[in-house]
């Protein structure tokens, strides 16, 4: 090869390896440097073989101290791995992995949303002399190596939409999906569909898609990621990243999100958050590690690609297999291929029977439903556990029995029963003339004997005695001792005028008594007032928050959040009654770091639907307030908007009625996973909903959103929630809302 | 015609604006270090989100609200002798002059060309909800008022009575009272802009776009 | 101003608040003259709670009194300065009164449950369509059976007000439908089904108890009745007499010296039994056939406070010879002093009559005029007594009505030995005012003088 050429291949080696190193001091780099620039200045010196001996040997040395390098990568090396413009794309994948391909979500930039790339792929499999081409969905996130329209990869919501559509697309034709994440998170936007809603529905979908669904991370930002990540095979390239929030993200919280977080804070966030493909595996989050070459995957290493094709290939065959037998033979080639040979000698057929796909998707939830579960702290005894299982059994039986077989004769036997009042009816109305003429001649005022006149002036019902209760509520703000007055934030718009703090927070429930502004009130008031939590019975308290990834710094905040709240975790579940109407309840509650949901959270709620849906029950979560998904926890918590997510779906298609109530902040992971992809959701006012704050959004888009772009009514134009409601009557609004989605036995179907 | 020449002369001659600050309400008044002759901003943002700058804190029933700048400008006389006092409400805290932005300049000398559509009597005006509505979506240049057309809702000693636009035909071109303020009888309502003078007020706006020159 | 004057009498300091746009009136004038500028106060609004407050944290007042309107009757108001960590004397009666009585339909429920008569009609809202068609039924053949030709039913919303949710309904038939309708609005608007049935409330005699009764609640005097049937459109008093009937020299049908006694004798009873701790006045219909009812309860002083206390008397005090100043009473018994009399020594002489001048048009329904006034004088006689804010009267330099409050202009209180007497110095205050101004809109300023005349006619030749 021509030496210029290889010479200028090796600077652009030194280039890369200096970028992923950034400007950290390290011996093999600066020898690498030294060496390329000693041969550079005496390279007219020598002659032609001289030349190539020279050449020769710096290539040896650049391998040799790549090799040496990768062993030193940092978490944060990595990260600049994934996002350096050589990193492989999905566009390089497509070439190089799939035999053939077509895009069919737009073309470059002639796409709703280039950023993500949809095609249907080919791979070739031999049949004996024949060749199969077995045809696959292929959804991810288009870096282009740097490509400007391509956004990075950040996903804006009518980019996730159309993902969506073609996830349905490949469950209607029953061909598997092959996802690929790269991603840095979603574009926090809320023009329609919303970011959030939208994620939250793609989760939803996911939850319970009939086709087999496998996903390769390469770079997996939070919510952005999970979009299309909720796969049953989840396979990690080795140099990839897969994190709850990128480490600035987390530097700048962790700094305090005025001044810039410095580098070495970075480094040490995206160490504390493990986000490598080694501490995924370790946690159980991903299946498997594609090894990748030294320094990471780039364009030109097609032996990766060919890997590449072998290991998602198998990854489809063994999700195929778990749920469809194949043949005996080709069982035990499977088995010893996984060891040896490539997987595409042993042909798998990918398209599910009916049976099959419903196994698959049950399989997909105990997947994830025992993911995570080694991330919090459980304190309950053996014996209360067996304790609960064993009820939990009984009301099992009971509910089969109950709902599934009896409920089946009684609602044959009530539509009869309504046929023939129908009918009845209609006879009636029949004949009704001149009985109706009848009844009118009968309504003459004359006809009222002279005692009814005192029923006009005297006191009708006097055992309720003669002065009305006042609606006085049950607890009480202690911010309403206070002799003081409050400003409301609308006075420069409604000229509401101070309000006096005792009124306000006592009688008022923080409510401004002229424009309506809802201050943000304690969880205990909606407890106590709305829920009714002295008659209620609490469950699983004995789950609590712990540090699963020993995050530095975090026991101690948790520790004290634990005092100050006297909860374990922010979320607290029972079972209640609402006006007389049984309801399984869970809180999120805002003062316990912010709401935000970790592996104990994500784990109550989870026990909580299953209660609800064993106890056939409507099952009702208020956000009280929720930052996000905690990141502290890293990916344990992430991976509880998937494993939610699902346990909601089983929840609604067994047919339950899952109500959400937004108050004051609630923002990103929950909402774009559990909170967002219920059918119907509400806000108390002046609440706020969105995927990311207005500060996050200006520092990843660059675009000020206006000042209430995230409120409740914003969302309702947008379609997001149903209904806003005043919080003096959420009790009221509560109780109609279950009686009218509910139906009569508040369990639609 | 209008010589807009001449008027610009006059503006420039007093190209100020004294604004006073006074107290909203009684409490206690505590100023924040400004002194004469200090730079004060008036609300920024793109949607006017960020208040302007603090000029002093006004304490009632241990309630501490700022009170900011409405306008940029200099602070000119502040009532130190306030400092720590209980105030009234009206009472003056300071001064700030404010030189006349170009938009100020334009409005000054247009409420002199427009056809201006005045109150009749005092009381408190309102804009009836299908034209408030139009303003609200399409900017008040998307009303074309016409003799006769219900335009304002009149709010009189509790008494509400529509009250009809006379005068010529155009577009509106300013709004020149708040909605549920007090106008006084004769004050103007609205500046209507008639199809003909289109050219002279993009005259207008293009003179002072060129030759009003603006200060801090 | 009476009010000013009164802490002058007892010999308490005060400051008194006023806004920008009153900077001019009367009562500024006034407190200027009585207190000096030290006494004045500019607030932003008298809406504003905090402003007041503030004001009297300032000045380090004891007691705050509420005057006759905004807070008088708000009981969150009362509870505030009460309950505050610098409590104050309330100039009223206690908060957990004025909200007991403050809502008409609990009022209804406690003197029903007292067996004091009320307008016929729910004391709870309906929820059952049975029950209301009943209700609407009985309510019709009440009031033919009181000789009513054209009886009316009321439908409203419990949780609607200002207007809203209420329909008037003639006759049976379109009862249901009307019933319908507002329950319906009420669930959507309102989210409360409930509707209230009831009488609705025709020209009949209304009548006013005044009631005075010292903290605690245990000693209640009433000082008469007052008869303010003659009322404008939208039911503003314009004109009362006192006492409310005077069945010496007028028939009225029925036997109204037992109405009286009936309406005085319950009134203060239920007084007691509520623990009333203030002034605050019984208002009562009388039907044609002399049937009274309760309506309403009013847990405050009300400008009219003059027209009972001119004929009042106490035995024993001569100060009390030309009336009880009643407002005075309000203030000595809000800062807790005890009555110090009973009902034995309450005695009452004469006849008076109080007329309201306001800048109105009877002609346009009553719609009021703001302007200039330009002269308003009147003959001064030692049984007339005006209060006005108008500084004219005083001054003689005009005056610019402002337009956020009352238009009310001036109130005249004439005092007769007997019916005959009063109503010859009434005509003789009427003809003797001269009042004179141009209105902003339409030139010259009206009054309602004109129909204070043809009114009183009526009224006193019942």
């Not at chain 1, 280039?15 to 030294?34: C, M, Q, T, W």
């Not at chain 2, 005068?167 to 309502?189: K, T």
């Amino acid at each position: 090869m021509d030496i210029d050429k290889r010479t200028q291949q090796l600077a652009a080696r030194l280039a890369y390896i200096s970028d992923i190193f950034g400007p950290r001091e390290n011996a093999s780099v600066a020898l690498l440097k030294h060496r390329l620039g000693e041969f550079l200045a005496s390279a007219s010196g020598y002659g032609m073989r001289e030349l190539h001996l020279q050449v020769d040997r710096l290539e040896e040395l650049f391998s040799l101290l790549e090799g040496k390098l990768e062993g030193e990568l940092s978490p944060m090396d990595r990260v600049r791995i994934v996002r350096h413009p050589q990193r492989i794309c999905l566009k390089d994948i497509l070439e190089n992995v799939y035999d053939n391909y077509a895009e069919i979500g737009g073309q470059d930039e002639w796409s709703i949303d280039p950023g993500m790339i949809i095609a249907r792929a080919t791979i070739a499999r031999r049949m004996g002399k024949r060749t199969v081409q077995q045809p696959v969905m292929i959804i991810g996130q288009e870096k282009g190596h740097g490509q400007e329209f391509r956004n990075g990869g950040s996903i804006k919501p009518w980019g996730n939409a159309n993902a969506l559509y073609y996830m349905r697309v490949a469950e209607a034709e029953n061909i598997p999906i092959h996802t690929y994440v790269f991603t840095p998170g979603a574009f926090p936007v809320e023009d329609y569909p919303g970011a959030a809603q939208q994620i939250a529905k793609n989760l939803y979908v996911m939850a319970g898609l009939k086709v087999p669904i496998v996903a390769v991370f390469s770079e997996g930002g939070s919510g952005g990621a999970e979009a299309i990540a909720l796969a049953d095979k989840r396979l990690m390239l080795s140099h990839g990243y897969y994190s709850v929030i990128s480490p600035e993200g987390a530097a700048a919280i962790e700094g305090g999100l005025k001044e810039k977080a410095s580098p070495e804070l970075i480094e040490r966030c995206a160490e504390r958050l493990c986000i490598t493909a080694g501490d995924n595996l370790r946690l159980g989050f991903i299946d498997r590690v594609i090894k990748e070459p030294a320094l990471g995957a780039r364009p030109d290493n097609y032996e990766f690609f060919r890997q590449l094709r072998r290991e998602i290939v198998r990854a489809t065959d063994e999700v195929v297999h778990a749920v469809q037998g194949l043949g005996p033979l080709r069982a035990l080639a499977m088995r010893r291929a996984r060891e040896t040979a490539d997987p595409l000698d042993i042909f798998v057929r990918w398209s599910l029977s009916a049976s099959a796909r419903n196994a698959l998707v049950s399989q997909r939830h105990k997947k994830y439903r025992a993911m995570s579960l080694g991330a919090l702290n459980d304190n309950s005894t053996m014996g209360t556990r067996l304790y609960t299982g064993l009820v939990r059994c009984l009301w099992q039986v009971n509910s089969l029995l109950r709902h599934d077989m009896l409920a089946k004769y009684k609602r044959r036997l009530s539509g009869i029963l309504e046929q023939m009042e129908a009918e009845l009816r209609a006879l009636d109305q029949g004949l009704g003339g001149p009985f109706g003429l009848f009844r009118h001649v009968g309504g003459n005022r004359m006809g009222i004997p002279p005692e009814a006149l005192k029923l006009l002036t005297s006191l009708s019902c006097p055992e309720e005695g003669a002065c009305r209760t006042e609606d006085s509520w049950v607890y009480v703000s202690p911010k309403s001792r206070a002799d003081r007055t409050v400003t409301c934030p609308n006075t420069a718009t409604h000229g509401c005028l101070d309000l006096w703090a005792p009124d306000l927070f006592g009688e008022f429930a923080g409510v401004c008594s002229h424009c309506g502004h809802h201050f943000p009130m304690e969880f205990q008031w909606y407890l106590y007032n709305v829920f009714d939590f002295a008659q209620a019975y609490e469950f699983n308290t004995e789950l609590e928050s712990c540090n699963p990834l020993h995050y530095e710094g975090f026991d101690l905040k948790l520790a004290e959040a634990k005092r100050a709240t006297g909860l374990g975790s922010s979320c607290i579940t029972f079972e209640t009654r609402i006006e007389g109407l049984a309801a399984v309840v869970a809180i999120l509650v805002s003062p316990f770091r912010g709401g935000t949901v970790g592996a104990a959270e994500g784990e109550k709620l989870i026990r909580a639907i299953e209660r609800a849906r064993i106890k056939r029950m409507p099952f009702l979560l208020y956000s009280h307030g929720t930052a996000g998904i905690r990141i502290q926890e890293g990916t344990c918590g992430v991976i509880q908007m998937p494993r939610v997510t699902m346990a909601v779906r089983r929840y609604i298609d067994a047919g339950g009625l899952y109500l959400v109530l937004y108050d004051t902040n609630s923002y990103a992971g929950p909402v774009a996973s559990f909170l967002g992809c219920s059918p119907y959701q509400f806000a108390v006012r002046s609440s706020n909903i969105g995927f990311a704050g207005p500060g996050v959004i200006r520092e990843t888009t660059g675009v000020e959103v206006p000042p209430k772009y995230h409120r409740a009514f914003s969302a309702l134009s947008r379609g997001h929630i149903q209904g806003i409601w005043d919080r003096r009557d959420l009790k009221k609004n509560l109780h109609q809302a279950l009686l009218t989605m509910g139906g009569s036995n508040l369990y639609y179907r | 015609m209008l010589n807009v020449k001449e008027m610009l002369e006059e503006l420039k001659a007093s190209p100020y604006e004294e604004i006073e600050v006074v107290t909203p309400h009684t409490g206690v008044i505590e100023f924040v270090g400004l002194k004469p002759g200090d730079r004060v901003a008036g609300p920024g943002g793109k949607w006017n989100e960020k208040p302007g700058t603090l000029l002093a804190n006004l304490t009632r029933e241990k309630n501490k609200k700022p009170i900011c700048a409405t306008q940029k400008g200099l602070v000119t006389d502040i009532a130190a002798g306030l400092e720590g006092t209980f105030v009234e409400a009206g009472v003056r805290l300071l001064t700030i002059r404010h030189f006349l932005s170009k938009d100020e300049v334009i409005a000054r000398i247009l409420k002199k060309a427009l056809y201006l559509f005045c109150a009749p009597e005092r009381a408190k005006y309102y804009f009836v909800p299908e034209i408030d509505a139009k303003i609200k979506a399409g900017g008040e240049q998307s009303v074309k008022p016409r003799e006769g057309m219900e335009m304002f809702i009149v709010s009189r000693m509790k008494r509400e009575t529509p009250l009809a636009y006379s005068g010529p035909e155009g577009i509106v071109y300013a709004v020149y009272f708040q909605q549920g303020d007090n106008v006084d009888g004769g004050q103007p309502l609205i500046g209507v802009c008639q199809e003909s003078q289109l050219t002279l007020i993009q005259d207008v706006v293009n003179r002072v776009q060129g030759e009003w020159e603006e200060q801090d | 101003m009476r009010i000013l004057t009164a802490c002058v009498e007892l010999g308490h300091a005060f400051v008194c608040v006023y806004t920008e746009a009153d900077a001019t009136s009367g009562h500024v004038r006034l407190a200027r003259e009585l207190g000096g500028g030290e006494s004045l106060r500019r607030i932003r609004s008298y809406q504003d709670a905090s402003e007041i407050f503030a004001v009297a944290d300032a000045c380090q007042a004891t007691a705050v009194h509420p005057g006759y309107g905004f807070f008088a009757e708000d009981f969150r108001f009362a509870r505030r300065a009460e309950t505050r960590d610098r409590a104050l004397a309330f100039i009223g009666p206690s908060w957990n009164v004025i909200r007991d009585l403050g809502d008409k339909i609990n009022t209804k429920r406690i003197a029903r449950s007292l067996s004091v008569p009320t307008i016929p009609g729910s004391d709870r809202p309906i929820f059952d369509e049975m029950e209301a068609v009943e209700l609407a039924q009985t309510i019709f053949a009440f009031q033919t059976e009181q000789g009513i030709e054209e009886g009316c039913v009321l439908v409203k919303a419990s949780a609607g007000g200002g207007g809203m949710g209420i329909e008037e309904v003639y006759d049976l038939d379109t009862f249901r439908s009307v019933y319908r309708r507002i329950r319906n609005y009420a669930k959507r608007n309102l989210s409360d089904e409930g509707v209230l049935i009831e009488q609705r409330i025709f020209d009949f005699n209304h009548l006013e108890v005044q009631v005075a009764a010292e903290r605690g609640g245990m000693n209640a005097v009433h000082f008469g009745t007052r008869n303010c049937s003659v009322q404008s459109l939208g039911r503003q008093k314009r004109i009362e007499v006192a006492p409310g009937f005077d069945p010496s020299s007028l028939d009225y049908g029925f036997d109204a010296a037992t109405v009286l006694s009936a309406v005085t004798n319950h009134s203060v009873n239920m007084a007691r039994a509520v623990r009333y701790d203030n002034v605050g006045t019984w208002e009562w219909i009388v039907t044609p056939k002399g049937d009274p009812f309760l309506m309403e309860v009013n847990t405050r002083i009300q400008v009219e406070n003059g027209v009972s206390g001119v004929i009042s008397r106490l035995r024993g005090r001569t100060d009390t010879d030309r009336g009880v100043n009643i407002i005075a009473e309000q203030i000595r018994l809000g800062l807790g002093e005890p009555l110090g009399y009973t009902q034995e020594d309450v005695g009452f002489d004469g006849v008076g009559i109080e007329y309201r001048i306001i800048a109105e048009d009877p002609a346009d329904r009553f719609t009021p005029c703001l302007g200039r006034i330009e002269n308003f004088r009147w003959t001064p006689e030692p049984w007339l007594t005006v209060s006005t804010q108008v500084p004219t009267a005083l001054t003689g330099e005009p005056y610019d009505i402002p337009m956020d409050f009352d238009p009310n202009l001036a109130l005249a209180i004439i005092w007769g030995a007997d019916l005959a007497q009063v109503r010859v110095r009434g005509e003789a205050f009427l003809d003797g005012l001269t009042l004179t101004g141009t209105d902003t809109s339409r030139a010259p300023l009206r009054t309602n003088v004109a129909f204070l005349r043809t009114r009183t006619q009526t009224l006193l030749h019942f």
